[in-house]
């Protein structure tokens, strides 16, 4: 019989955090998805890019608001369960109280492990996928974004001004600056000019300008009738190389190694391990380790709300008080990565606070139910 209660209670949490957790996950993805469109109305990106990389940060969403639905989902069931009587049930069947929280943190630890799983590697993985999807984008829309009386710099050190763009798609009086080095540049005029779309590479094909070279030693002018200029020789300006949370855990881990045990930096196509990187690295380990063991934390807030009835003069105030500690515990879990840095003197106080934490209330919740008992 106590495993048929407990069952249901582990289903009505499960049931609502996974449901909570689709409705909050789909809201925000929407809201983000919507920022996203950027990526091909500003940056030239095609749809498919668009919502592709729009899609691969579910995990990353998911994983951010996590902590927080647990918690709300058993404070909202064990507030459920007292207001419908339904918890004098476990007590009417013999069920220790310190019995129904060791049933809640077994099942915070099954939660805590999809998270790190998350954290440690889906997550990066998805949101390197993504960013692999704007690497091998070639601009597709580029030749939509170009519009009359209009700088665009939409790729990176290119920059295009045209006079007069017809329906037809021929552009008049096209003025283009290309920053060739930090010390050389390329200004390119020409009459007249049309986007096409060779075997998907596009290029600009002008007619009647010139091309005027500029260096350190002067400038040279050379004249033609009609070029051709490759647009795909160009980057956008969109981010597409890997940042520090989408890097592998093993990268991150080996660049720590480095620096501490053997103090060398080493940078490679996707990655620097240096002393300017070294902070958000270690920052980026706390947060995909440390931060998921907060889950227990919260557990165990969330959970002390048996310790007092809806009969208790104090218990409304009660219940506020755990969801103010539970709401400030998850505010800490996030914020307290922020300050551990290299050679931190406060960096083992930061991380042994979840264990301290849970340690600490552990004791009291057995404690308290002890003192009850005599």
Same mark, same amino acid.
């Given at each position: 019989?106590k495993?048929?209660?407990?069952r249901?209670? &582990?289903a009505?949490i499960?049931?609502?955090?996974?449901?909570s957790?689709?409705?909050?996950? !789909?809201?925000v993805?929407?809201?983000q998805?919507? @920022?996203?469109?950027?990526?091909v109305? $500003?940056d030239?990106?095609?749809? #498919?890019?668009?919502?592709?990389? %729009?899609?691969? *940060?579910l995990? #990353?969403?998911?994983?951010?608001?996590? &902590?927080f639905?647990?918690?709300?989902s058993i404070?909202i069931?064990?507030t459920?369960?007292e $207001?419908n009587?339904e918890?004098?049930?476990?007590?009417?069947?013999?069920?220790?109280?310190?019995?129904?929280?060791?049933?809640?943190?077994?099942?915070?630890?099954?939660?805590?492990? !999809?998270?790190l799983?998350l954290?440690v590697?889906f997550v990066?993985?998805?949101?390197?996928?993504?960013? %692999?999807?704007i690497? %091998?984008?070639?601009?597709?829309?580029?030749p939509?974004?170009?519009?009359?009386?209009?700088?665009?710099?939409?790729? $990176?050190?290119?920059?295009?001004?045209?006079e007069?763009? #017809?329906e @037809?798609?021929?552009m008049?009086?096209?003025?283009?600056?290309d920053?060739?080095?930090?010390? #050389?540049?390329?200004?390119?005029?020409?009459?007249?000019?049309y986007?096409?779309?060779?075997?998907?590479?596009n290029?600009?094909?002008?007619?009647?300008?010139?091309i005027?070279?500029?260096?350190?030693?002067?400038? @040279?002018?050379?004249?033609f009738?009609?070029? @051709?200029?490759? !647009?795909?020789?160009?980057e956008?300006?969109?981010? *597409?190389?890997?940042?520090?949370q989408?890097q592998?855990?093993f990268? !991150?881990?080996?660049?720590?190694?480095?620096?501490?045990k053997?103090?060398t930096?080493?940078?490679?196509?996707?990655?620097s391990?240096?002393?300017?990187?070294?902070n958000?690295v270690?920052?980026?380990?706390a947060?995909?380790?440390f931060?998921p063991?907060?889950?227990?934390?919260?557990?165990?807030i969330?959970? %002390?709300?048996?310790?007092?009835?809806k009969?208790d003069f104090?218990y409304?105030?009660?219940?506020?008080?755990l969801?103010?500690?539970?709401?400030i515990?998850?505010?800490?879990?996030e914020?307290?990565i922020?300050?551990?840095?290299?050679?931190n003197?406060?960096?083992i106080p930061?991380?042994?606070l979840?264990?301290l934490?849970t340690?600490i209330?552990?004791?009291?919740i057995i404690?308290?139910t002890?003192?009850k008992?005599n």
């Amino acid at each position: 019989m106590k495993k048929l209660i407990f069952r249901k209670l &582990i289903a009505d949490i499960a049931s609502f955090f996974l449901i909570s957790s689709l409705a909050i996950t !789909l809201i925000v993805w929407v809201i983000q998805a919507v @920022n996203y469109l950027d990526f091909v109305s $500003e940056d030239g990106h095609s749809f #498919k890019v668009y919502f592709m990389y %729009s899609l691969l *940060t579910l995990p #990353k969403i998911f994983s951010k608001i996590m &902590i927080f639905l647990f918690f709300i989902s058993i404070f909202i069931v064990i507030t459920k369960y007292e $207001e419908n009587n339904e918890i004098l049930v476990f007590w009417t069947h013999g069920i220790k109280k310190i019995d129904f929280m060791n049933v809640l943190i077994i099942f915070s630890f099954i939660i805590l492990i !999809l998270h790190l799983s998350l954290t440690v590697y889906f997550v990066p993985k998805t949101q390197d996928m993504g960013r %692999s999807y704007i690497r %091998s984008s070639n601009i597709d829309y580029f030749p939509a974004l170009i519009k009359s009386k209009q700088f665009i710099d939409t790729v $990176e050190k290119l920059t295009i001004f045209i006079e007069n763009k #017809k329906e @037809n798609g021929e552009m008049e009086n096209i003025f283009l600056k290309d920053k060739l080095d930090s010390d #050389k540049s390329q200004i390119i005029s020409a009459k007249k000019g049309y986007i096409i779309n060779d075997k998907e590479t596009n290029f600009l094909v002008l007619y009647d300008g010139k091309i005027i070279n500029i260096d350190g030693e002067g400038t @040279n002018i050379i004249k033609f009738k009609k070029t @051709n200029y490759n !647009l795909s020789n160009y980057e956008t300006k969109t981010t *597409t190389y890997p940042k520090i949370q989408e890097q592998e855990i093993f990268t !991150l881990l080996k660049c720590i190694n480095s620096f501490f045990k053997y103090n060398t930096t080493y940078k490679t196509s996707i990655f620097s391990c240096e002393v300017a990187t070294i902070n958000p690295v270690i920052q980026e380990v706390a947060k995909r380790f440390f931060s998921p063991l907060y889950i227990l934390i919260i557990t165990f807030i969330a959970g %002390s709300l048996i310790f007092k009835s809806k009969s208790d003069f104090n218990y409304n105030k009660y219940r506020i008080i755990l969801f103010l500690l539970g709401v400030i515990s998850i505010v800490i879990s996030e914020f307290s990565i922020q300050y551990i840095t290299y050679k931190n003197i406060f960096n083992i106080p930061i991380l042994t606070l979840p264990f301290l934490l849970t340690f600490i209330i552990y004791l009291t919740i057995i404690f308290n139910t002890r003192r009850k008992i005599n």
